[in-house]
């Protein structure tokens, strides 16, 4: 493996691994904690902060602001310390232990936003903050910033089609702020029209997958762009956290609780296909949730 110059560099080029699923049907996950921040979300903070430094709205006198449910704040953390700026992250206050430890130990400021309002709220107060004091901030803004669909348009759906060898028939993928499933989804359809993009949401505005979105109670991202999902698949918190508890009991792949929901939506559409292969994203690892209820069902 080639020297890296920095973390920057290791960024994306994740292995895609076959799930063991029941029938005929392929399931293929990237498994996206091989990324240095143990995120998808690496991907998209990298090209978003790329582009501030070309137009020069990220310098050093300037603070990274942004809201995250916790992924995307680690990867901004992790970029920033290793170029040299300053970050500060709006996240609602309920956001799991290891999240708000990590993004402190990586020198982020956190703001908690009221745990209520979700990530609704975690946006709003974020934008309050920037419009208080434009000046000192650059404002990424995840969920509006077509970098973020751009890093998986450039990135992830390259590599989907290169470790499927053009296979890939249906693309399974979380929504959070639609980055992931428009950016692959718009990169798989160029390359093969046929292929089918299926969103994966909660099933209730009231959940507990992290990451992911109830989208039609929700802000809706601008980043996401429905015309490039065929469907979506509504999974409950209890379906999500079964899948993941099974995936990492029986595969040894500890996952986060987005990646469990995206497996239970891959084998509510396994049953239904005859032949095919899916693809679909585990956004991060279980590490991250080790102190919930999530993984550990027999507290
Ligand atoms: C754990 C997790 N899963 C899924 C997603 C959704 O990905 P996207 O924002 O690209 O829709 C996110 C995004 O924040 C996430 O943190």
């Not at 939506?265 to 095919?276: F, H, Q």
């Not at 279980?286 to 102190?291: A, D, F, R």
């Given at each position: 493996m080639a020297l890296s110059e920095s973390i920057s560099d290791t960024v994306g080029g994740t292995p895609l691994i076959r799930v063991k699923s029941p029938g005929d049907v392929d399931v293929l996950a990237k498994v996206e904690w091989f990324n240095p921040g143990g995120s998808v979300k690496d991907r998209p903070a990298l090209r978003m902060i790329l582009k501030g430094e070309r137009t020069g709205e990220l310098t050093e006198d300037r603070v990274l602001l942004d809201s995250t449910s916790g992924n995307t704040g680690i990867s901004y953390a992790m970029l920033c310390a290793s170029r040299g700026y300053r970050v500060k992250i709006v996240l609602p206050a309920n956001a799991s232990w290891e999240r708000k430890k990590m993004l402190r130990a990586l020198g982020a400021e956190i703001v908690e936003s009221d745990p209520h309002e979700g990530s609704d709220g975690a946006i709003r107060l974020a934008h309050e903050l920037k419009e208080e004091d434009p000046e000192r901030y650059f404002m990424p803004d995840q969920y509006n910033n077509p970098e973020n669909w751009r890093a998986h348009y450039e990135t992830t759906g390259p590599e989907i089609w290169e470790q499927t060898s053009g296979e890939v028939t249906h693309f399974v993928s979380g929504i959070g702020t639609g980055g992931t499933i428009t950016g692959v989804g718009k990169r798989l359809k160029e390359l093969e029209p046929d292929v089918r993009v299926v969103g994966v949401e909660p099933d209730d505005p009231l959940h507990g997958i992290e990451g992911l979105k109830h989208i039609e109670t929700s802000i809706k991202p601008s980043v996401l762009d429905e015309s490039i999902v065929d469907e979506v698949i509504h999974v409950s918190t209890e379906d999500a956290y079964d899948e993941g508890r099974r995936l990492t009991?029986?595969?040894?792949?500890?996952?986060?609780?987005?990646?469990?929901?995206?497996?239970?939506?891959?084998?509510?559409?396994?049953?239904?296909?005859?032949?095919?292969?899916?693809?679909?994203?585990?956004?991060?690892?279980?590490?991250?949730?080790?102190?919930?209820q999530y993984l550990d069902d027999e507290d």
């Open positions: 009991r029986e595969q040894g792949l500890l996952v986060g609780q987005s990646s469990g929901a995206a497996m239970a939506a891959c084998r509510e559409l396994a049953g239904r296909i005859e032949t095919g292969t899916i693809v679909t994203v585990f956004p991060d690892g279980g590490e991250k949730y080790i102190s919930t």
